[in-house]
């Protein structure tokens, strides 16, 4: 049994693509998270129908940008849609291990192999294997489970990583992008599609 608990509250959205960069802006005029937060509820800048919405949102994307570092905010301020998209799915994978795991273990290694396919089935044999070491997992309902699931989905297409009838595309990352991650932890690369020769310096 691990010790290191799987953290698996992002059943909340999916990639908040628009919130983040939004956030992200804020935080490179503000300087601080708390000040961001205040903001966004007192003014209801993401929008929201509800406050408890608006409170749960901001609170889950400002999880995920804290992940990143300052020049990697402002590169997604800055960066392409798809570039965006990369880091924002970098940020995930940082905040929520069993994601990170998923995109190591399961996405790139059917990658590597030239298994073009990601299926629900690959996700529920990687729930279960995971569930024999993290007893966390095993609390989740079916429909939890199921709820999870369609967001990781979710997530993939909406980084451009998988197609809507669940292909696995490969991640086409920017020089800039890649000096970026290559400035962090080199293992981050890892949580994209990518054959190692497409990727200057690293080695699996």
Not at 63 to 70: A, E, G, I, V
Not at 150 to 160: G, I, P, Y
Not at 162 to 184: C, E, F, K, V
């Amino acid at each position: 049994m691990s010790n290191d608990r799987y953290s698996m509250s992002f059943t909340t959205g999916s990639l908040f693509h628009r919130e983040s960069v939004e956030l992200a802006a804020l935080y490179l005029d503000l300087g601080d998270w708390n000040s961001i937060r205040d903001k966004v509820v007192a003014e209801n800048l993401l929008q929201t129908r509800t406050l408890n919405t608006l409170k749960r949102v901001c609170r889950e994307v400002i999880s995920r940008l804290r992940t990143l570092s300052p020049g990697e905010l402002e590169f997604l301020v800055e960066g392409s849609h798809q570039e965006q998209a990369y880091l924002l799915w970098l940020a995930v994978c940082r905040r929520y291990r069993f994601i990170a795991d998923f995109a190591v273990e399961v996405l790139r290694e059917r990658y590597l192999t030239l298994k073009s396919d990601l299926t629900h089935e690959d996700f529920d044999s990687f729930f279960n294997r995971k569930s024999e070491w993290h007893l966390e997992l095993d609390e989740i309902t079916p429909a939890t489970r199921g709820k999870l699931r369609q967001v990781l989905f979710k997530m993939l297409r909406e980084a451009d990583l998988l197609t809507a009838n669940n292909t696995i595309q490969a991640a086409m990352l920017s020089p800039r992008l890649l000096d970026l991650i290559h400035q962090g932890s080199r293992r981050d690369i890892l949580h994209f599609p990518v054959f190692e020769f497409d990727v200057k310096g690293m080695k699996r």
